[in-house]
Each structure stands twice: as structure tokens, then as C-alpha cells.
């Protein structure tokens, strides 16, 4: 079933979450194991990221470097055939631009069509390290607008498209109002739906959603929460995603600091109540980002759904 069918539908609120592919080494029986406490709480997909192929220099014997690409993850479609597998529920692979021409973006594509999977989030991708700007591969889309476009070439009506969103704007946004009117791009190219990066104060997501509406974006948008788990978070998450953690969160995970259970459970405590201040201004869905880890979620589902 198609996101855009399972927000129609539904009769209650319902959570969805995304995981990150295990690196190599793990077996299929241990994933599903990290993944199986959220079944209790029936979510209706699962969002599986994707994470282009690392470089690596290696040195030789004449003192130089060879370039070598290295994949340290799980195939997203690899992850995804696994959950279907053995959970019976929607997956939702995420496709970059980043790392892949056309040709193998269409390939791409015959797998998940082939799996049976109906649902994707389209995206430009991270850069690789060391570049200070995003790099097309040659023959490949430097927009994730292009890449929607793209999907829907390949086949108009056998996915649905989901794409990014950005709360307190893209890094590289010059400002809000022009990253909403990129966000337009990608809705006109054809997606469906929209899934917010994290944010941490439930008023900067509707104003975003407001000037969304004002310009004219009428596809469902997702809010995406993630709970804080750890002191060194309050400055990682900032530096990695640009955005905000309000100075209330800052100052009670500071004064609590040196004790690492109650860090977590003020993280905890804080995306439950965004949560339910979420679900009660009529959002259906609530997308969680568990970075592979279940307790803090669970704890959360277990008081909502």
C-alpha cells in the first residue's frame, strides 16, 4: 500500500520510524531482532536510509595513493527485502543522487519494483567527505527535484514519492522562503508527501507547515522527532543537521549531564511531548528517527499508540 493511501485511511493515529542499514558483519537474524519491539505497535512502514560508497585512500609502495570505493553498510535493498520478508509490512528505501548516474538509478528502481516495493523518499544525498558542495556523479541529477522527476519517468504510477523537508531551513538554503520554494520543485516534479528532518520545537514546525500552505504545497508533510539520548548530542546534532535545540532541552541536559539515565530520560520526555502536542493538533503520523536504537522509541510508542 502507498504512504499517500495509508494517511488517507487511517482511522487513528499511527507511528512510522527509519532505521539505518547495519553495517557488514551483522546477520539477518540480528537486525530483525533490533527491529522486532516496534512490532508491538503495528507501524505501517518502515523507512530504510541509503549511504553512497565511501572513499578511501590506500597507500602503495612508491609512497602515493589509490582511490578505492568501499560500501561499510547493508544494501538499503538488502534491509528492505529482509523486513518484508519476515514482517509483512511496507518498506520505504531511501534513493539518492548522490553516488549513482541514471543507469543505475533505473536499476535501482527494477529492484524495488521487482520486491514489490511501492514506496520511496527521493534525495539528493549527502556530499562525500571533504567537499564543501554537493557533486553530481557524471550522468547522474544534482537535485533531488530531478531525481523525483526521474521516478516518475521510469514509471509514472508504481511508486510514491516521498521527499525532504527542512524545518529551520537546508544549510545551504540562502534563507526559508527560498528553501520552500525548492521544496515546491520536488512537490511539481511529482511527490507525494513530505517528511521533515528532526526538529525540537513543535512551533517552528507549524509555522514551517503555514508558509508551506502559503506557497501553495498541499501534500501531507510528516513532522520527524527524534529523542535525545546523550549529553554530546546537544552539539553533535546541531553541527550534523543545522538546526535548533531549544535553550529549556539545553539547559536541563547540561545541569543533568554527569547522569546518563536521566539525560535519557529528559530526551525521552521531551519528544513525548511533542509528540502528543503533535497528535493533538490532527497529525496522523508521527516518523521516528531511531539511529538503530529501539529503548527510547519503545518507551514512547508504548505511551501513544
Not at 541514471?102 to 534525495?123: H, K
Not at 526538529?199 to 535525545?228: M, Q
Amino acid at each position: 500500500m502507498k504512504i499517500s493511501q495509508i494517511i488517507t485511511g487511517a482511522g487513528k493515529p499511527f507511528p512510522s520510524l527509519e532505521i539505518v542499514p547495519p553495517l557488514r558483519g551483522i546477520t539477518k537474524n540480528q537486525l530483525l531482532d533490533s527491529i522486532r519491539p516496534f512490532m508491538e505497535f503495528n507501524p505501517p512502514y518502515i523507512n530504510v536510509t541509503s549511504h553512497r560508497d565511501e572513499i578511501e585512500y590506500v597507500p602503495q609502495a612508491d609512497g602515493s595513493f589509490r582511490k578505492v570505493a568501499s560500501r561499510k553498510r547493508i544494501s538499503e535493498t538488502a534491509v528492505c527485502g529482509a523486513i518484508m520478508g519476515e514482517f509483512h509490512i511496507e518498506t520505504v528505501p531511501h534513493l539518492i543522487c548522490g553516488g549513482a548516474d541514471a543507469f543505475q538509478i533505473d536499476n535501482l528502481l527494477n529492484d524495488f519494483r521487482f520486491l514489490g516495493i511501492s514506496n520511496l523518499v527521493a534525495l539528493r544525498g549527502d556530499c562525500l567527505t571533504g567537499e564543501k558542495r554537493f557533486t553530481p556523479t557524471p550522468g547522474g541529477y544534482r537535485y533531488a527535484s530531478e531525481l523525483v522527476e526521474a521516478v516518475r519517468k521510469f514509471d509514472s504510477d508504481a511508486f510514491c514519492i516521498g521527499v525532504a523537508a527542512y524545518p529551520e531551513k537546508h544549510f545551504e538554503a540562502a534563507n526559508l522562503d527560498t528553501d520552500i520554494r525548492n521544496l515546491k520543485k520536488k512537490v511539481d516534479a511529482g511527490a507525494d508527501y513530505i517528511i521533515t528532518q528532526m526538529f525540537f520545537d513543535n512551533k517552528v514546525f507549524y509555522d514551517f507547515v503555514d508558509r508551506c500552505r502559503a506557497e501553495g504545497i498541499d501534500v501531507p508533510v510528516i513532522p520527524g522527532l527524534k529523542p535525545i539520548s546523550t549529553p554530546k548530542q546537544i552539539q553533535l546534532l546541531p553541527e550534523a543537521f543545522s538546526l535548533d535545540i531549544p535553550v529549556e532541552l539545553t539547559r536541563e541536559i547540561e545541569k543533568h549531564a554527569a547522569d546518563k539515565a536521566a539525560v535519557y530520560q529528559i530526551g525521552q520526555e521531551w519528544c513525548l511531548e511533542q509528540s502528543r502536542d503533535l497528535l493533538a493538533h490532527g497529525y496522523k503520523s508521527v516518523h521516528y528517527y531511531t539511529m538503530g536504537k529501539a529503548d527510547n522509541v519503545v518507551g514512547i510508542l508504548r505511551e501513544l499508540f
